[in-house]
Protein backbone atom coordinates (compact mmCIF):
# COMPACT_ATOMS: atom_id res chain seq x y z
CA UNK A 1 0.00 0.00 0.00
CA UNK A 2 1.30 3.48 -0.68
CA UNK A 3 2.12 5.84 1.95
CA UNK A 4 -0.53 7.71 2.60
CA UNK A 5 -1.68 10.99 4.85
CA UNK A 6 -5.01 11.57 5.44
CA UNK A 7 -4.23 13.51 8.62
CA UNK A 8 -3.16 16.25 6.32
CA UNK A 9 -5.68 15.61 3.75
CA UNK A 10 -8.99 15.50 6.13
CA UNK A 11 -7.58 18.41 7.95
CA UNK A 12 -7.69 20.49 4.86
CA UNK A 13 -11.27 19.02 3.68
CA UNK A 14 -12.48 20.12 7.09
CA UNK A 15 -11.30 23.22 6.45
CA UNK A 16 -13.22 23.55 3.52
CA UNK A 17 -16.32 22.35 4.76
CA UNK A 18 -16.63 24.67 7.55
CA UNK A 19 -16.06 27.44 5.40
CA UNK A 20 -18.83 26.11 3.43
CA UNK A 21 -21.05 25.56 6.36
CA UNK A 22 -21.06 21.74 5.62
CA UNK A 23 -21.17 19.81 9.21
CA UNK A 24 -22.57 16.27 8.41
CA UNK A 25 -21.30 14.80 5.06
CA UNK A 26 -20.28 11.86 2.98
CA UNK A 27 -17.11 11.25 1.73
CA UNK A 28 -15.32 8.37 -0.71
CA UNK A 29 -12.11 8.55 -1.53
CA UNK A 30 -11.78 7.37 -5.15
CA UNK A 31 -8.37 7.48 -7.55
CA UNK A 32 -7.19 10.30 -7.64
CA UNK A 33 -9.92 12.17 -5.42
CA UNK A 34 -12.22 12.71 -2.86
CA UNK A 35 -16.11 13.34 -3.17
CA UNK A 36 -18.15 14.87 -0.89
CA UNK A 37 -21.78 15.39 -0.48
CA UNK A 38 -22.69 17.21 2.58
CA UNK A 39 -25.88 19.29 4.30
CA UNK A 40 -25.74 22.41 4.54
CA UNK A 41 -25.85 24.25 8.19
CA UNK A 42 -29.10 25.26 8.95
CA UNK A 43 -30.03 28.40 10.85
CA UNK A 44 -31.84 27.29 13.99
CA UNK A 45 -33.93 30.09 14.35
CA UNK A 46 -37.59 29.65 14.82
CA UNK A 47 -38.38 31.65 11.74
CA UNK A 48 -36.01 29.40 9.72
CA UNK A 49 -37.61 26.13 11.16
CA UNK A 50 -40.99 27.59 10.31
CA UNK A 51 -40.17 28.35 7.13
CA UNK A 52 -38.63 24.97 6.53
CA UNK A 53 -42.36 23.52 7.90
CA UNK A 54 -44.44 26.13 5.75
CA UNK A 55 -42.45 25.52 2.26
CA UNK A 56 -41.49 21.76 3.41
CA UNK A 57 -38.17 22.42 1.93
CA UNK A 58 -35.72 19.41 1.97
CA UNK A 59 -32.31 20.25 3.70
CA UNK A 60 -29.91 21.97 1.03
CA UNK A 61 -27.04 20.24 -0.28
CA UNK A 62 -23.78 20.62 -1.68
CA UNK A 63 -21.04 18.46 -3.67
CA UNK A 64 -17.52 18.99 -4.07
CA UNK A 65 -14.84 16.81 -5.83
CA UNK A 66 -11.23 17.82 -4.92
CA UNK A 67 -8.56 16.00 -6.37
CA UNK A 68 -4.96 15.23 -5.26
CA UNK A 69 -4.06 18.91 -6.35
CA UNK A 70 -6.91 20.55 -4.87
CA UNK A 71 -6.25 19.06 -1.41
CA UNK A 72 -2.51 20.27 -1.39
CA UNK A 73 -3.20 23.35 -2.28
CA UNK A 74 -6.28 23.15 0.22
CA UNK A 75 -3.53 21.94 2.96
CA UNK A 76 -0.74 24.61 2.13
CA UNK A 77 -2.99 27.51 2.15
CA UNK A 78 -4.42 25.90 6.26
CA UNK A 79 -0.84 26.00 6.83
CA UNK A 80 -0.24 29.44 5.77
CA UNK A 81 -2.71 31.09 7.98
CA UNK A 82 -2.17 29.24 11.24
CA UNK A 83 -1.11 32.04 13.75
CA UNK A 84 1.31 30.10 16.40
CA UNK A 85 2.90 26.92 16.62
CA UNK A 86 1.78 25.08 19.87
CA UNK A 87 -1.88 27.46 19.83
CA UNK A 88 -4.13 26.09 21.49
CA UNK A 89 -6.98 23.81 19.29
CA UNK A 90 -10.08 22.42 19.75
CA UNK A 91 -11.12 19.21 19.01
CA UNK A 92 -14.54 19.48 18.10
CA UNK A 93 -13.57 21.66 15.13
CA UNK A 94 -14.23 19.86 12.03
CA UNK A 95 -10.74 20.04 10.90
CA UNK A 96 -9.12 18.86 14.05
CA UNK A 97 -11.55 15.73 13.94
CA UNK A 98 -11.04 14.71 10.53
CA UNK A 99 -7.44 15.52 11.42
CA UNK A 100 -7.27 12.95 13.91
CA UNK A 101 -9.41 10.53 12.18
CA UNK A 102 -7.04 10.43 9.27
CA UNK A 103 -3.88 9.97 11.69
CA UNK A 104 -5.92 6.90 13.01
CA UNK A 105 -6.28 5.30 9.60
CA UNK A 106 -2.10 6.58 8.86
CA UNK A 107 -0.85 5.36 12.21
CA UNK A 108 -2.89 1.91 11.47
CA UNK A 109 -2.16 1.44 8.29
CA UNK A 110 -5.59 1.57 6.48
CA UNK A 111 -6.74 2.95 3.08
CA UNK A 112 -9.73 4.83 3.43
CA UNK A 113 -13.08 3.57 1.42
CA UNK A 114 -15.62 5.98 2.94
CA UNK A 115 -16.26 8.40 5.55
CA UNK A 116 -19.98 9.37 6.97
CA UNK A 117 -19.90 12.18 9.74
CA UNK A 118 -22.86 13.09 11.43
CA UNK A 119 -23.29 15.55 14.41
CA UNK A 120 -22.00 12.98 17.17
CA UNK A 121 -20.15 10.04 15.05
CA UNK A 122 -18.42 8.70 12.01
CA UNK A 123 -18.40 5.65 9.96
CA UNK A 124 -15.52 4.78 8.48
CA UNK A 125 -15.46 2.39 5.31
CA UNK A 126 -11.54 1.27 5.07
CA UNK A 127 -9.35 -1.60 3.90
CA UNK A 128 -6.27 -3.07 5.34
CA UNK A 129 -2.88 -3.84 4.64
CA UNK A 130 -4.00 -7.22 3.30
CA UNK A 131 -6.87 -5.97 1.41
CA UNK A 132 -9.48 -6.79 3.73
CA UNK A 133 -12.39 -3.78 3.91
CA UNK A 134 -13.82 -2.72 7.05
CA UNK A 135 -16.45 -0.71 8.71
CA UNK A 136 -16.54 1.11 12.65
CA UNK A 137 -19.58 3.19 13.49
CA UNK A 138 -17.44 5.45 16.36
CA UNK A 139 -18.47 8.12 18.24
CA UNK A 140 -16.50 11.37 17.99
CA UNK A 141 -15.03 11.60 21.08
CA UNK A 142 -13.85 8.33 20.78
CA UNK A 143 -11.15 9.96 18.81
CA UNK A 144 -10.35 12.39 21.86
CA UNK A 145 -7.25 10.05 23.61
CA UNK A 146 -5.90 9.95 20.02
CA UNK A 147 -6.42 14.01 19.46
CA UNK A 148 -4.17 14.39 22.73
CA UNK A 149 -1.51 12.27 21.81
CA UNK A 150 -1.19 14.47 18.28
CA UNK A 151 -1.47 17.72 20.22
CA UNK A 152 1.75 16.28 21.97
CA UNK A 153 3.62 14.97 19.54
CA UNK A 154 3.59 18.29 17.77
CA UNK A 155 4.37 20.33 20.85
Known amino acids: MAA?????????IG???????????????LPERYVIEGTLAQPESFGS???QW??????????????????DK??????AKRLKAGGLTQFRSLS???????AHLDSNELELIELQ?????????HRDENGNEHREERSISSFY???LELCRKRS
Do not use: C, M, P
Not at 5 to 10: M, S, V
Not at 54 to 71: F, G, H, I, M
Open 145 to 147: GEF
Open 54 to 71: VWRRASETESLTLNWADV
Open 74 to 79: LSRAGR
Open 4 to 12: THYGEDLRA
Open 49 to 51: KLR
Open 117 to 125: KRAISVTLS
Open 15 to 29: QALEAKGITAFELKR
Open 96 to 102: NVLRTIG
